[in-house]
Structures are given as structure tokens and as C-alpha cells.
């Protein structure tokens, strides 16, 4: 069992950054590949960025590629995704999860963390 936490969410305006964090309670989180998806009001569950185990393999969906980026530092058990260039559309509760395997789809990740809300304003 895995328990992961994001933190780092917020209000912003369009064009500014955020961080968001997700530490593993467990040290084993520093063996699984790391996703992050975002739901928006409305819609369905979407991948956003993805890590593996040792950090050889990045994926980013099309749509935040360049201006997000996914990182991690096993040391601290914790998974990173740094958001430039925020975007009304980026606005969504952001998951991270772990999985076995390294790949986009939401069904493949064994652990959920919580959520944690990011609101992009004009």
C-alpha cells in the first residue's frame, strides 16, 4: 500500500507558475512510476504527465508539453510537477498516482492520492 499526498494547489492568474507536490507516506513510492492526472468539472479524468521509477522515461500530454514539467526526487519520496505558463484550461483538481507500469492510462495506476485543486483566473 502506497498513500500519496499532492500539495501546492491554489488560485493564480493566467501566465503564472505553480508547483505541485505528492509525497509518499512509504519509501516503496520511490519504485513506482509516477503519474499526474487532472479532472475538470464535467469531465473525464485526463493524463497530464508521467515519470518512471528512475527517472529515465518523461510523457507529457500535448497539451501542457513545454510548459510543464514532471520531476522527482526519490530521496524525499516525492514526485513534482512544475506548471509555467498557466492556462484557464489548465484549471482542474490534479492527481497523482502510482503505478507498475509507466504509461497514461489512469486504470494501470495502483495508488490515489487525494487531489489538490488548481483555478487558473484571467
Known amino acids: 500500500q502506497v498513500q500519496l499526498v499532492e500539495s501546492g494547489g491554489g488560485l493564480v492568474q493566467a501566465g503564472t507558475s505553480l508547483r505541485l507536490s505528492c509525497a509518499a507516506a512509504e519509501r516503496a513510492g520511490s519504485m513506482y512510476n509516477m503519474g499526474w492526472f487532472r479532472q475538470a468539472p464535467g469531465k473525464e479524468r485526463e493524463f497530464v504527465a508521467l515519470?518512471?521509477?528512475?527517472?529515465?522515461?518523461?510523457d507529457y500530454a500535448n497539451s501542457v508539453k513545454g510548459r510543464f514539467t514532471i520531476a522527482r526526487d526519490n530521496r524525499k519520496n516525492t514526485v513534482y510537477l512544475q506548471m509555467n505558463s498557466l492556462k484557464l484550461e489548465d484549471t482542474a483538481v490534479y492527481y497523482c498516482?502510482?503505478?507498475?507500469?509507466?504509461?497514461?492510462?489512469?486504470?494501470?495506476?495502483?495508488?490515489w492520492g487525494q487531489g489538490t485543486q488548481v483555478t487558473v483566473t484571467s
Open positions: 498516482a502510482a503505478g507498475a507500469v509507466a504509461t497514461r492510462r489512469p486504470g494501470d495506476f495502483q495508488y
Open positions: 515519470i518512471s521509477w528512475n527517472g529515465g522515461i518523461l
